[in-house]
């Protein structure tokens, strides 16, 4: 400040001066992205996760339990071959040290074959359901007309002209195969 005679009677008063700083606040969006892979797979098998983001720049942090610990993996991708269904969490973090989080489940394949009656009279349909896989594949021995168009159905409805033997295969979205699950439906 500066001490001057502004009213004209000598007295001097104080003045400041006014100052102007302009600074710059870069503001940047916490980072976009999804998730997509493999969310169903087979005991033993390789789940394969990518993240899809058009942010640049950014790391990616894997882990088993949100905000906690150190990740097990870093990078786009996440391979893991997980004993049991699981829960993965990825930390996406852009240059600036903005983060988002997000979760994906990924289930093994566990199939369980239903068939809620194995003996029919002839003429009558028996019903089998497949469950806890991505999709199915069914065969029947002997060959059985009834089950064309139904092999990759989770449910079949069909109905043997003899006594027939059905398998059923239960995938992951890796195309694994899990051990075949057989049911004899008795004419």
Known sequence: GYRADTTGTGELVTLYCDSTVTFVVHAQDYPVFTLDGDTVVC????AIIHVNTT???CTFDWYHTKGTGTPFM???TMR???QADK?????VTNQNGCFSWDSLHISVVDPKLTVPVTEICKG???TLTGTQASYFTWTANPPDASLAGQDSLNEITVTPQVTTT???????LNGCNSPILSKTIFK
């Open 43 to 46: 005991i033993g098998s390789e």
């Open 80 to 82: 893991h071959a997980p």
């Open 166 to 172: 059905y398998n059923m295969i239960g995938h992951g």
């Open 87 to 91: 829960w993965y969490y990825v930390k």
């Open 124 to 126: 009558h349909s028996a």
């Open 55 to 57: 942010a640049t720049d």
């Open 74 to 76: 870093t990078g786009m």
